[in-house]
């Protein structure tokens, strides 16, 4: 059983990644804002706790008792104590007040009196004088019932502090104990404004507020940069991809995606390179499948007619014929599935063999030094020369892959062998410029019949030479084959130099 993954968009998880990321930031934000106030507040109650040790010291060292003339006194006498300070109030053990800054007439510069203790609503311009000075006696009342219940709840040598936020103004109090030697006489209580805590945490809010709203547009930017210029390349290429396998066309195209210069470009193009040499190997097998089909068809018709009059046939030159006829006919399948096949596995290798500088003379040395000691031309006593003309100063070098170079040069140098008479020589001529090594191939022999030549290349080709068993038809359809993945051309032609003979024009780029 096929077990298939289920697939999931880049863009989404892309969001989801984004989704998560953003919630753990705004987590992290959350908590903290949350203690931005609570740090700032802190900093300041220990300023206010060390501001009440240093009162105590003073009233331990003037020795001032915590009475209401004495305390007024210090407070008079001590401004620099409570230098920014909002309000200072002292009190009894019993939580009554004894000393209150906002009573004093002091230089507004040292103490500031708050125009607004607590906001008390009046409900309408019906009140009397008197009532509303009941109003206020209440709010006094409730402020020292509040002292009290501090004072009771506090643990010695540990402060109270808390906040108090009165229309847009935010009051930090601290009430701790005056301790004169070792003896608490009272209690004092610092009030001071502090709305540039506020202004802070507004500030650092705003700034994360503008800098996420910043990050979400700019994800937002390169989320339809992704899905435009990414994403939906990615998903046109797989479309072309699952049109080809359906063998539709309409499905995909990619034609837009080719020009671009990035790597989606560079990725299409190898992608339709490829596709388009899958295409033409495929057309290729399909098209040699066929012609292989045709050109066997022929041989098995004469081995079925010959396998007949041989069944029949009593008289014995008769029969030597027929069976010298079967095993020509014989010999020719064998070429051919043999070729055929070969054929099959260099088309395969072509693509996983590595190209090398090579040495085109040395090419040529080696497959001459081969051929000088081949049976046919020893036979007909046939003779090799090798000719420079036009090299320019040139290398004769090219970046190939060996064996199959070696291999063109041999099929060429064998047919040229099978053409060419009695005492004969075969002509290689080199040529070379600064990008193109030029070879020809020059022998002898009857030339070609084609008006058009080009057709000598193609596979099977029905002109044969006489000893049709000892060559199939493809060997000029492999050299044309291993010429253009060298990136070359092949033309034939014949001899313009002599009445007779054929000539094959290799061109091979430098660098493939």
């Known amino acids: 059983m096929k077990l298939v993954k289920s697939s999931s968009s880049i863009l989404r998880k892309f969001l989801i990644f984004n989704f998560f990321a953003f919630l753990i930031l705004g987590l992290f934000t959350f908590f903290y804002l949350k203690g931005i106030q609570p740090n700032l507040v802190k900093q300041r109650t220990e300023k206010h706790s060390i501001i009440i040790n240093n009162t105590s010291n003073h009233l331990e060292r003037l020795k001032i008792g915590f009475k209401i003339d004495e305390l007024k006194n210090f407070l008079l006498s001590t401004r620099f104590l409570f230098q920014n300070l909002e309000r200072v109030q002292f009190y009894n053990l019993d939580g009554n007040l004894i000393a209150d800054t906002n009573v004093l007439d002091l230089d507004r510069d040292v103490f500031k009196k708050t125009e607004t203790v607590f906001e008390e609503k009046i409900p309408n311009d019906s009140m009397t004088p008197k009532s509303v ?32 936020l009165e229309g847009d103004n935010l009051y930090i109090k601290t009430l701790d104990s005056v301790n004169v030697g070792n003896q608490i006489l009272g209690y004092i209580m610092v009030t001071e404004q502090a709305n540039e805590i506020l202004t802070a945490v507004e500030e650092r809010k705003n700034f994360i507020i503008r800098t996420v709203l910043a990050i979400a547009m700019v994800i937002f930017i390169f989320l339809i940069f992704l899905n435009r210029y990414i994403l939906n390349p990615i998903a046109g290429l797989v479309a072309y991809t699952e049109s080809i396998k359906a063998k539709d066309e309409s499905l995909g195209k990619i034609e837009r995606f080719l020009y671009r210069s990035d790597e989606l470009g560079l990725l299409s193009r190898s992608l339709n390179n490829m596709t388009k040499d899958l295409q033409q190997r495929t057309q290729r097998a399909e098209n040699s499948s066929a012609d292989l089909a045709h050109e066997i068809r022929n041989p098995l018709a004469s081995l079925k007619g010959a396998s007949e009059l041989l069944d029949s046939s009593t008289h014995q030159d008769e029969r030597t014929k027929l069976i010298k006829l079967l095993s020509h006919d014989v010999e020719r399948i064998e070429r051919l599935i043999t070729d055929y096949s070969q054929m099959l596995k260099d088309e395969a290798s072509l693509s996983r063999e590595k190209m090398k500088i090579l040495d085109v003379e040395n090419l040529i040395s080696d497959v001459i030094e081969e051929f000088n000691n081949n049976s046919t031309v020893i036979e007909k006593k046939i003779k090799f020369a090798v000719k420079r003309k036009n090299l320019n100063g040139y290398k004769l070098e090219l970046f190939g892959i060996k064996n199959r170079l070696e291999q063109v040069l041999a099929n060429l140098l064998d047919n040229a062998v099978s053409f060419s008479p009695m005492n004969s020589e075969i002509i290689i001529e080199l040529e070379s410029t600064k990008d193109i090594i030029l070879i020809r191939i020059k022998d002898k022999g009857p030339g070609f019949k084609e008006i058009n030549t080009e057709k000598v290349f193609k596979r099977f080709y029905s002109n044969r030479p006489e000893k049709f068993g000892e060559h199939s038809g493809l060997g000029l359809n492999i050299v044309k084959s291993i010429v253009e993945m060298h990136g070359g051309n092949v033309r034939a032609l014949n001899r313009s130099d002599i009445n007779s003979g054929a000539e094959i024009e290799l061109q091979l780029p430098k660098r493939g």
């Open 133 to 164: 000075e009941k109003k206020i006696e209440e709010i006094n009342l409730q402020e020292t019932n509040s002292i009290k219940n501090m004072i009771i709840k506090k643990k010695e040598n540990e402060s109270i502090s808390f906040e108090l």
